[in-house]
């Protein structure tokens, strides 16, 4: 069974621009979650989407968004980037609900200069 | 307020020798509590994940523990190797729909030969 992906694994971005990220979850998998990871800090919860809706949503500004489709795969949309947006961007699938057992994908590397 | 406090902050250890790591939550109500260990750049992997019945598990040279009533968990590490080092990430998540996740800030473990 193939595990969770991410694309891209590495991402240079100049403040202002915007970025995409992807995660494909395990197949069956339905509950997608985002976390954003800064050097010497614990992983912080960006959303999770369950059948296409936000189910729970941490506490980030509206510059971050996200979206999944119908085969659960997610992207999430960082607008308007800044300097302190750069970070280890890690998503992680289950099967129902983000307090199950999770897998994670290798995560986006994502620098703003 | 869900929080989840993870001792030490660090650790450093000599290769061949066995440590604990500790977990203390306020999580509630409990569903679940799990053990991540994480390799810097990368996405965590789940070690252990325990529910409010069990008291102990064990994945290899790791052993978790759980004391629902004190709230405590601890995870053991028995004859440490070099590639134990890494970010262990203690993760409890509540029993309601959601199953909302609270992570600790991890510990980082450094083995030395």
């Known amino acids: 069974k193939a595990g969770v992906t991410q694309t891209p694994r590495y991402l240079i971005k100049t403040r202002g621009q915007q970025v995409t990220l992807s995660c494909s979850p395990i197949s069956g998998h339905r509950s997608v979650s985002w976390y954003q990871q800064t050097p010497g800090q614990g992983l912080q919860f960006l959303f999770e989407?369950?059948?296409?809706?936000?189910?729970n949503k941490g506490n980030f500004p509206g510059r971050f968004s996200g979206r999944q489709f119908s085969n659960s795969r997610s992207e999430m949309n960082v607008s308007t980037l800044e300097l302190g947006d750069s970070a280890l961007y890690l998503c992680?699938?289950?099967?129902?609900?983000?307090?199950?057992?999770?897998?994670f994908g290798p995560g986006t590397r994502l620098t703003v200069l | 307020k869900n929080q989840v406090e993870q001792s030490p902050q660090s650790l450093i250890i000599l290769e061949g020798k066995n440590c604990t790591l500790q977990c203390n939550y306020t999580v509630s109500p409990f569903s679940n509590l799990r053990w991540y260990k994480q390799d810097t750049g990368r996405g965590p992997v789940s070690l252990t994940i325990?529910?409010?019945?069990?008291n102990t598990k064990s994945n290899g040279r790791y052993t978790a523990t759980l004391d629902a009533d004190t709230k405590q968990s601890s995870l053991h590490i028995t004859a440490s190797q070099l590639s134990d080092s890494a970010s262990y990430i203690c993760v409890v998540s509540d029993n309601t729909n959601a199953g909302k996740s609270t992570f600790g800030d991890g510990t980082t473990l450094t083995v030395k030969p």
């Open positions: 989407y369950f059948s296409e809706t936000q189910r």
């Open positions: 992680a699938s289950s099967l129902y609900r983000e307090g199950d057992t999770q897998y």
């Open positions: 325990m529910t409010f019945s069990e």
